[in-house]
């Protein structure tokens, strides 16, 4: 495990961190990262919401997203295969990252032409695709950000900060545009400037700086230690790109601690995925309009959470990864306990306006925390399919668990505050086995 350490300096130092530019790389690709998520989540939901499908149809149409918790399974093959031509040209993470962006601007053309109304069927399948094509994309981004930062461990806040701040805009910006717009001009022209925004977004990747590593001779370091089976050349590159990445893993990390950094992965923003899956639902049952949820949700909402990502990332350099991931399990469940209040009192735009503070606030500074914790625990060799296996790990939990976040409200009668309160309370169980974690690394000698 690469460790993290609280650099001794002041906050002008620690601002000064800011200016490096392979922290704008990051952002830019963040923003990509964001983008599918609009696509497939939130303008979707609302797509369909107008469609007049049920409660239980959305929720269940947001498991395409479930690729995301298995996208480690094909993640090593973006560590080991250069794309033909466009490797040599942008190298091995740009030119995976930049073939991806054009087949989700492929698949969104293909969505803005159907009527989920009318053939829901291939509306889910090019969602589906669309989402398979993401999350490979983020396991190249993800691999990006790791290996461009490499062993710097100060920056990885700010480098975890970036990315978030950059997959909150592509996220943000793009789905305010979609609903401000929805109702004067229908989705499928919507989803059509949204693949031609995608389009543009693409270009920003040939002007970001591939990264420089070692990761080839590591490689071939490891292929070195499965040469003795005399295997055959073809399983021999089955071993070392599929096994060893997760071979590798555990090695560094010990058996014991894997298995309870897994644990903690799938719980630890479940209450909030359930929250995020059925936020746009919960929105429209209340009483707020498309461009309410435009103006609130996503452009304030946005503004709020690059906001709270940059002071997050300040307060994890500073004071820590654990005492982050405490703040933000903990501010986790008060926001959810606002969302209920919400439910309350109905379409109080004054209280929702410090809801949405409240919640990119938790959002914001749970996640820097969060993916600086992940990424302390990935190794150079196999950085993109490392992370992918924690990554997907938690994605299980934000795709295919929160999928019955609109059944367990059929369940509840509707009763949108009870549904609240219960997934506020699905952090505590994550916070005691992070104390757990935290307690075996110090015994280690490490510290985050």
């Known amino acids: 495990m690469s460790e993290v350490v609280r650099p001794e300096q002041g906050w002008l130092a620690t601002i000064r961190i800011y200016r490096d530019p392979r922290l704008w790389f990051i952002f830019l690709l963040g923003c990509s990262s964001g983008y599918p998520w609009v696509l497939i989540s939130s ?29 480690f399974l094909w993640a090593p093959v973006l560590d080991r295969v250069k794309l033909p031509y466009l490797t040599h040209k942008l190298g091995q993470r740009r030119s995976w990252i930049l073939s991806l962006q054009l087949l989700i601007v492929f698949f969104t053309v293909g969505i803005a032409l159907t009527n989920p109304a009318a053939s829901l069927m291939w509306t889910s399948l090019l969602a589906l695709a669309v989402a398979a094509a993401a999350a490979s994309m983020d396991v190249a981004i993800d691999g990006y950000r790791i290996d461009i930062i490499g062993q710097e461990a100060q920056k990885l806040p700010a480098a975890a900060a970036m990315g978030v701040a950059g997959w909150w805009t592509g996220y943000s910006l793009p789905g305010y545009l979609a609903f401000h717009y929805a109702d004067r001009f229908g989705w499928s022209p919507i989803y059509l400037g949204l693949a031609a925004l995608l389009a543009v977004l693409a270009l920003g990747t040939l002007f970001v700086r591939e990264p420089e590593s070692n990761r080839d001779l590591l490689q071939q370091k490891a292929a070195e230690r499965y040469q003795h089976s005399q295997s055959h050349p073809v399983l021999l590159w089955l071993q070392v790109t599929v096994l060893e990445p997760f071979a590798d893993f555990v090695r560094r990390n010990g058996v014991k601690v894997s298995v309870l950094l897994v644990l903690f992965i799938l719980t630890f923003k479940l209450g909030e995925s359930f929250l995020g899956r059925m936020s746009i639902q919960f929105y429209r049952e209340v009483g707020f309009s498309n461009e309410q949820i435009a103006e609130y949700s996503k452009l304030i909402g946005w503004g709020a959470t690059v906001f709270f990502t940059l002071l997050g990332s300040l307060l994890n350099t500073r004071f820590g990864v654990f005492k982050g991931l405490v703040i933000g399990g903990l501010a986790m469940a008060a926001s959810n306990l606002m969302f209920a209040w919400l439910a309350q009192t109905g379409p109080d735009e004054h209280l929702l306006f410090w809801t949405i503070i409240l919640d990119n606030f938790t959002t914001a500074f749970s996640i820097v925390a969060f993916v600086s914790f992940l990424s302390a625990f990935t190794g150079v060799a196999f950085s993109a399919s490392q992370y992918a296996l924690l990554a997907s790990v938690g994605n299980f939990g934000r795709t295919s668990m929160a999928s019955f976040g609109g059944s367990l409200v059929d369940w509840l009668g509707g009763d949108w505050s009870l549904f609240f309160l219960l997934t506020s309370l699905m952090v505590l169980p994550a916070l005691g086995l992070l104390w757990y974690i935290m307690l075996l690394l110090r015994q280690r000698g490490q510290q985050l």
Not at 46 to 70: C, E, H, M, P, Q
């Open 43 to 71: 303008a979707m939901t609302g797509w369909l919401k107008d469609a007049n499908l049920s409660r239980a149809a959305i929720s269940y149409f947001g498991s395409v997203t479930a690729v995301y918790a298995i996208n």
